[in-house]
């Protein structure tokens, strides 16, 4: 019951889903985790598919629909597959019961067939209760029995109105007729008459025609040969009532089977029998079917082909057992007399490779109730299965009655045998010994008590295999366990730092060398001193209770510079740090860059360290007439700013992450304090380039950077105005206007703007605020390219609902405790 669960709750929910509009559907609490769409069958998914359009649901809402229900993304993926499968089959417009195109044979069905519904007859619930064994041969699309038109003419096939007969005479005359049967039975041959050929057999026909046309001057048989077969067929009326999916008259070509009747009309329903099915023939029951010989068998024996108005009866069914468990074909099997409980576990499959076959439980039915039996291995061929018997075959027991376990460092870890007088020793020796890394002073057995609980065994690992100790006997699922050395401690590793080409850890060795790991780390940097290697060791005797005691053991080392090998380096121990420096004055080149307005802007490499902005500015060729020293910029990395080493930092991603939170802010909050501006410019240093150059050498000419950038503009002539104005804009520079006067160029100040928040940002990078005096705001100048913001008010939220009836409970209990206080000293 717990396996067809799922697959209830997805029937459940899909019905749900078709009786109601798809916006009702958000309502259905149903979980679908777990479900397995290839259960359904590609029917039973047509009929959701035509049941949800009839509702107006898409196929794209169903399946968002059925996702939000816990389907999970894989069965959903192959819902979606299915589906599209399904589409393109029902777009096609292949007609299975169109004719031939061998060009050898010109037979076609000469009948129109009724129309059958196959998905309107499959039962939605037949995914989700005990299938009857059988029932899918008559309901599977991919299974037709079409009959096969390109055999032979069958010399038994009885003509009949409505056949087409092919006479073919050649030799000393040559003629070939397409002749059709008349509703009287006749064929008219051209030049020869009238010939009854209704109810005769294809080789009667044969004979029939030879002797009319011998009678009519054609020399048969002597000189001229006479051919004749079957061309298109007729169509014939069959019957079918009882237990089918669809009883009524069918119309199927004259070649048709039983078989064909039978999906034609459904096959049995579920009440019908699979066994007795009767052929009846001018009311003479002449052959019974029982579609298990071929379902088990593959036997057609009582297939027979079908004559207009036979009749086809399905009886219901006698006896039905069910068969579940471990066995390869679990289902309803329908069972007649004489057969026992070895036919039905035939007809399944027989048992799987995990069953337990020793013995069956059936639940019987008895009188008013049930009763559970059990029917052993010797009985199967003599049991005789009852009206409404269930068997359940079962698994076998997942546990071994033989097997202890080995593992940790032998040679060959895993399960084995327990044999009779299986010990320890000998356990160890069948696991290939020991490995060398074995720790041997101890090593454990785990131990199944006879209650099921645990106990742990140890022993003394080498004493067992010197024989000093005795020797331990196993028991069934004892386990084994013989650790390494290597479990027992801390992995040994040493590090190595600085100027080497692969910083990090690697694994210790013993009589490992400085060299040893320098090599192991890909050598030094071109600047590396391999002198005064500094080696950091562990110290595992420190006094806990001085206040000067050690932390480490460091040792200076020199090793060759071409790391060869010598009888005197310093051998290492597990977790010392090395570290590399670099050669005292190496260093590498450092370049600047010059922007704008100078005579030959680029890059300029440092020439020497207290090399400043005025000397760099002469090489450049100095300032071009249009240049504005006033708005020199000096362009420097957060890094190098903090002093930080910028070793292995992309200072060209740090500055396009600059630029990208500058857009974004610009773009999503025009409400800028402040404080954002410089939080966002924090790498423009502030300098004043015009007193630079007029006083080279100062404290206000800064040295030089690696990466700096120095950009001289073009002398500026607009003053831009943003923030908490009418209309953010830009404004010619004038040089009498005050910082208000832009304001109102801009439109004047916003109601939300705060104008003592205000601030001016020079071309330079500078920052200046609004100062307070008295009552006064003190506003900043302004210069040509410069940036005016203006901010926006603080926000004084109001108290909401909750917060006002919080305060007024307060108070309300404030004043019962006073008024307890007064009572109480009354």
Same mark, same amino acid.
């Given at each position: 019951?717990?396996?067809?669960?799922?697959?209830?709750?997805?029937?459940?929910?899909?019905?749900?889903?078709?009786?109601?509009?798809?916006?009702?559907?958000?309502?259905?609490?149903?979980?679908?985790?777990?479900?397995?769409?290839?259960?359904?069958?590609?029917?039973?998914?047509?009929?959701?598919?035509? *049941?949800?359009?009839?509702?107006?649901?898409?196929?794209?809402?169903?399946? *968002?629909?059925?996702?939000?229900?816990?389907? +999970?993304?894989?069965?959903?993926?192959?819902?979606?597959?299915?589906?599209?499968?399904?589409?393109?089959?029902?777009?096609?417009?292949?007609?299975?019961?169109?004719?031939?195109?061998?060009?050898?044979?010109?037979?076609?069905?000469?009948?129109?067939?009724?129309?059958?519904?196959?998905? +309107?007859?499959? #039962?939605?619930?037949?995914?989700?209760?005990?299938?009857?064994?059988?029932?899918?041969?008559?309901?599977?699309?991919?299974?037709?029995?079409?009959?096969?038109?390109?055999?032979?003419?069958?010399?038994?096939?009885?003509?009949?109105?409505?056949?087409?007969?092919?006479?073919?005479?050649?030799?000393?005359?040559?003629?070939?007729?397409?002749?059709?049967?008349?509703?009287?039975?006749? &064929?008219?041959?051209?030049?020869?008459? &009238?010939?009854?050929?209704?109810?005769?057999?294809?080789?009667?026909?044969?004979?029939?025609?030879?002797?009319?046309?011998?009678?009519?001057?054609?020399?048969?048989?002597?000189?001229? #040969?006479?051919?004749?077969?079957?061309?298109?067929?007729?169509?014939?009326?069959?019957?079918?009532?009882?237990?089918?999916?669809?009883?009524? $008259?069918?119309?199927?070509?004259?070649?048709?089977?039983?078989?064909?009747?039978?999906?034609?009309?459904?096959?049995?329903?579920?009440?019908?029998?699979?066994?007795?099915?009767?052929?009846?023939?001018?009311?003479?029951?002449?052959?019974?079917?029982?579609?298990?010989?071929?379902?088990?068998?593959? =036997?057609?024996?009582?297939?027979?082909?079908?004559?207009?108005?036979? &009749?086809?009866?399905?009886? $219901?069914?006698?006896?039905?057992?069910?068969?579940?468990?471990?066995?390869?074909? %679990?289902?309803?099997?329908?069972?007649?007399?004489?057969?026992?409980?070895?036919?039905?576990?035939?007809?399944?499959?027989?048992?799987?490779?995990?069953?337990?076959?020793?013995?069956?439980?059936?639940?019987?039915?008895?009188?008013?109730?049930?009763?559970?039996?059990?029917?052993?291995?010797?009985?199967?061929?003599?049991?005789?299965?009852?009206?409404?018997?269930? /068997?359940?075959?079962?698994?076998?027991? =997942?546990?071994?009655?033989?097997?202890?376990?080995?593992?940790?460092?032998?040679?060959?870890?895993?399960?084995?045998?327990?044999?009779?007088?299986?010990?320890?020793?000998?356990?160890?020796?069948?696991?290939?010994?020991?490995?060398?890394?074995?720790?041997?002073?101890?090593?454990?057995?785990?131990?199944?008590?006879?209650?099921?609980?645990?106990?742990?065994?140890?022993?003394?690992?080498?004493?067992?295999? #010197?024989?000093?100790?005795?020797?331990?006997?196993?028991?069934?699922?004892? !386990?084994?366990?013989?650790?390494?050395?290597?479990?027992?401690?801390?992995?040994?590793?040493?590090?190595?730092?600085?100027?080497?080409?692969?910083?990090?850890?690697?694994?210790?060795?013993?009589?490992?060398?400085?060299?040893?790991?320098?090599?192991?780390?890909?050598?030094?940097?071109?600047?590396?001193?391999?002198?005064?290697?500094?080696?950091?060791?562990?110290?595992?005797?420190?006094?806990?209770?001085?206040?000067?005691?050690?932390?480490?053991?460091? /040792?200076? !080392?020199?090793?060759?510079?071409?790391?060869?090998?010598? =009888?005197?380096?310093?051998?290492?121990? %597990?977790? @010392?740090?090395?570290?590399?420096?670099?050669?005292?004055?190496?260093?590498?080149? +450092?370049? &600047?860059?010059?922007?704008?307005?100078?005579?030959?802007?680029?890059?300029?490499?440092?020439?020497?360290?207290?090399?400043?902005?005025?000397?760099?500015?002469?090489?450049?060729?100095?300032?071009?007439?249009?240049?504005?020293?006033?708005?020199?910029?000096?362009?420097?990395?957060?890094?190098?700013?903090?002093?930080?080493?910028?070793?292995?930092?992309?200072?060209?991603?740090?500055?396009?992450?600059?630029?990208?939170?500058?857009?974004?802010?610009?773009?999503?909050?025009? @409400?800028?304090?402040?404080?954002?501006?410089?939080?966002?410019?924090?790498?423009?240093?502030?300098?004043?380039?015009?007193?630079?150059?007029?006083?080279?050498?100062? #404290?206000?000419?800064?040295?030089?950077?690696?990466? @700096?950038?120095?950009?001289? %503009?073009?002398?500026?002539?607009?003053?831009?105005?943003?923030?908490?104005?009418?209309?953010?804009?830009?404004? !010619?520079?004038?040089?009498?206007?005050?910082?208000?006067?832009?304001?109102?160029?801009?439109?004047?100040?916003?109601?939300?703007?705060?104008?003592?928040?205000?601030?001016?940002?020079?071309?330079?990078?500078?920052?200046?605020?609004?100062?307070?005096?008295?009552? /006064?705001?003190?506003?900043?100048?302004?210069?040509?390219?410069?940036?005016?913001?203006?901010?926006?008010?603080?926000?004084?939220?109001?108290?909401?609902?909750?917060?006002?009836?919080?305060?007024?409970?307060?108070?309300?209990?404030?004043?019962?405790?006073?008024?307890?206080?007064?009572?109480?000293?009354?």
């Amino acid at each position: 019951m717990n396996r067809l669960k799922p697959y209830l709750v997805l029937l459940f929910t899909i019905l749900c889903l078709l009786a109601i509009s798809p916006a009702q559907a958000q309502s259905i609490p149903q979980n679908l985790s777990g479900v397995n769409v290839n259960d359904l069958s590609d029917a039973q998914l047509r009929q959701i598919l035509q *049941q949800a359009q009839a509702t107006g649901m898409t196929d794209a809402q169903l399946l *968002q629909t059925l996702q939000a229900r816990g389907l +999970s993304a894989e069965q959903a993926q192959i819902l979606q597959n299915r589906v599209a499968t399904i589409r393109k089959a029902s777009n096609s417009t292949t007609d299975q019961q169109q004719s031939t195109t061998d060009p050898g044979t010109t037979r076609s069905l000469n009948y129109r067939p009724d129309s059958v519904n196959t998905s +309107s007859r499959d #039962n939605l619930y037949g995914a989700f209760t005990p299938k009857i064994f059988g029932a899918n041969l008559f309901r599977n699309s991919n299974i037709t029995f079409e009959p096969n038109l390109k055999i032979a003419t069958p010399v038994n096939y009885i003509l009949g109105p409505e056949d087409q007969l092919n006479i073919n005479v050649y030799g000393a005359s040559l003629v070939n007729w397409k002749l059709d049967v008349s509703p009287e039975g006749n &064929i008219n041959i051209p030049g020869v008459g &009238i010939l009854n050929v209704s109810g005769k057999t294809i080789e009667q026909a044969t004979a029939s025609i030879k002797s009319k046309l011998a009678a009519n001057n054609y020399a048969v048989g002597r000189g001229t #040969n006479v051919q004749v077969s079957l061309g298109n067929i007729r169509s014939i009326k069959v019957i079918l009532v009882g237990e089918v999916v669809k009883p009524g $008259t069918y119309t199927l070509p004259s070649l048709a089977t039983v078989f064909n009747a039978l999906y034609s009309a459904g096959g049995p329903n579920d009440n019908g029998s699979f066994r007795q099915i009767e052929i009846i023939r001018n009311n003479r029951i002449i052959r019974r079917l029982d579609v298990y010989d071929f379902l088990v068998k593959g =036997d057609q024996k009582d297939n027979i082909a079908l004559q207009d108005q036979d &009749i086809i009866r399905v009886p $219901t069914y006698r006896t039905r057992v069910e068969l579940v468990g471990e066995v390869k074909n %679990p289902a309803l099997f329908e069972v007649v007399a004489g057969e026992s409980l070895q036919d039905v576990l035939r007809f399944a499959g027989s048992f799987t490779d995990q069953a337990f076959t020793a013995r069956i439980k059936v639940s019987q039915i008895n009188d008013q109730q049930r009763r559970i039996g059990d029917v052993v291995e010797a009985d199967y061929k003599n049991y005789i299965p009852l009206r409404g018997d269930k /068997f359940t075959v079962e698994r076998i027991l =997942d546990r071994y009655e033989n097997r202890v376990v080995i593992g940790g460092a032998v040679f060959r870890p895993g399960e084995y045998e327990l044999q009779k007088g299986l010990t320890l020793s000998q356990l160890i020796k069948n696991a290939a010994g020991l490995k060398e890394d074995a720790f041997t002073a101890r090593g454990s057995i785990t131990r199944l008590k006879p209650d099921n609980t645990t106990e742990l065994i140890s022993f003394d690992v080498n004493g067992i295999l #010197n024989k000093t100790t005795p020797d331990i006997l196993l028991q069934r699922e004892d !386990v084994v366990s013989i650790s390494s050395i290597f479990d027992l401690r801390d992995e040994y590793r040493v590090t190595i730092k600085g100027e080497v080409r692969s910083q990090g850890e690697f694994a210790y060795a013993e009589n490992m060398s400085v060299e040893d790991l320098i090599v192991k780390a890909g050598g030094f940097t071109e600047g590396a001193s391999a002198k005064r290697i500094e080696v950091a060791r562990r110290v595992n005797d420190s006094d806990p209770n001085s206040k000067t005691s050690s932390l480490a053991q460091v /040792f200076n !080392v020199d090793v060759d510079g071409q790391l060869k090998n010598g =009888d005197a380096s310093f051998k290492l121990k %597990p977790f @010392d740090i090395v570290s590399i420096y670099s050669l005292p004055g190496y260093e590498k080149q +450092s370049t &600047i860059k010059i922007e704008g307005e100078v005579l030959y802007p680029g890059y300029y490499t440092i020439k020497q360290k207290n090399e400043r902005i005025s000397d760099v500015i002469a090489r450049a060729g100095g300032l071009t007439a249009f240049a504005d020293a006033d708005g020199g910029t000096l362009k420097r990395d957060n890094f190098a700013i903090l002093g930080i080493n910028k070793n292995g930092i992309d200072t060209n991603a740090v500055e396009k992450e600059r630029l990208e939170r500058l857009s974004r802010l610009k773009q999503t909050n025009k @409400d800028s304090t402040a404080n954002d501006t410089p939080q966002l410019r924090n790498n423009f240093v502030g300098i004043d380039l015009k007193e630079i150059l007029e006083k080279p050498g100062s #404290n206000i000419d800064l040295r030089l950077e690696d990466n @700096d950038i120095i950009r001289v %503009p073009k002398q500026q002539q607009l003053v831009r105005v943003n923030g908490e104005v009418l209309y953010p804009s830009a404004v !010619v520079y004038s040089k009498g206007k005050s910082f208000n006067d832009y304001v109102l160029n801009a439109g004047g100040y916003s109601s939300r703007a705060s104008k003592k928040g205000s601030y001016v940002v020079y071309p330079n990078g500078t920052v200046r605020g609004t100062s307070k005096f008295l009552f /006064f705001n003190l506003h900043p100048s302004v210069k040509p390219g410069s940036e005016i913001y203006v901010t926006k008010k603080p926000e004084h939220r109001g108290l909401s609902a909750p917060e006002v009836i919080g305060i007024t409970t307060g108070l309300a209990s404030l004043g019962a405790i006073i008024l307890g206080i007064i009572n109480l000293s009354k």
